[in-house]
Nanobody, 125 residues
């Protein structure tokens, strides 16, 4: 019954922006960490970001620091990934995931309990 649904993906040109949404049902997102991962065909899943629910601490992959930012709207039970200055190396299927906290290995996929279906991000001139 727990579901995470991503939306907001699409095709953009380099330098443009997208905002991805992750809407949860069956759990109170305010009590869970929200992580974002991305995976391109033939490549390993890569941790993008994680936000702790209790502390608000934010973690980002080095490749997206300064360009991507996470936020959430607890009233809407939704987490967001704002992606600015998109680059040709950013295209992938982006997934949101939840766990109780962002652990020391927040960028590793196995600890996360719930996953969304993914949304495609394409960057092309």
């Amino acid at each position: 019954q727990v579901q995470l649904v991503e939306s907001g993906g699409g095709l953009v040109q380099p330098g443009e922006s997208l905002r991805l949404s992750c809407t949860a049902s069956g759990l109170n997102l305010a009590g869970y960490a929200v992580a974002w991962f991305r995976q391109a065909p033939g490549k390993e899943r890569e941790g993008v970001s994680c936000e702790n629910p209790s502390t608000g601490d934010l973690y980002y992959a080095d490749s997206v620091k300064g360009r991507f930012a996470v936020s959430r709207d607890n009233a809407k039970n939704t987490g967001y990934l704002q992606m600015d200055t998109l680059k040709p190396e950013d295209p992938a299927v982006y997934y949101c995931a939840t766990d109780l906290i962002c652990g020391s290995n927040w960028y590793e996929a196995p600890p996360y309990h719930y996953w969304g279906q993914g949304t495609q991000v394409t960057v092309s001139a």
